[in-house]
């Protein structure tokens, strides 16, 4: 069945840097697009970036580009979201999904707070 288990989030001050893992299993991982989406207290659930399967491209909402990276290792199964400059309304949780398979995983929590 498919799996996806995020990790890498926590605590940390604005300006700070964070990277979060997907590890993901059930599915032929290379083949599909992968997605970060975050979802803020009192607030719907948003797509924070995608890296396509096969060439890897990438994109990103505006409120992270230039801050945020998405990247891959299908070797491992696993997508990272690389966070920097972080900023106190990117305090969320944060979920990976694979593309048009219907299944979230637990997500991991990012607080961004001095």
């Known amino acids: 069945q498919v799996q996806l288990v995020e990790s890498g989030g926590g605590l940390v001050q604005p300006g700070g840097s964070l990277r979060l893992s997907c590890a993901a299993s059930?599915?032929?991982?290379?083949?599909?697009?992968m997605s970060w989406y975050r979802q803020a207290p009192g607030k719907e659930r948003e797509l924070v970036a995608t890296?396509?399967?096969?060439?890897?491209?990438?994109n990103y909402a505006d409120s992270v580009k230039g801050r945020f990276t998405i990247s891959r290792d299908n070797a491992k199964n696993t997508v990272y979201l690389q966070m920097n400059s972080l900023k106190a309304e990117d305090t969320a949780v944060y979920y990976c999904?694979?593309?048009?398979?219907?299944?979230w995983g637990q997500g991991t929590q990012v607080t961004v707070s001095s």
């Open positions: 059930g599915f032929t991982f290379s083949t599909y697009d």
């Open positions: 999904k694979a593309g048009g398979v219907p299944y």
């Open positions: 890296i396509t399967g096969f060439l890897g491209s990438t």
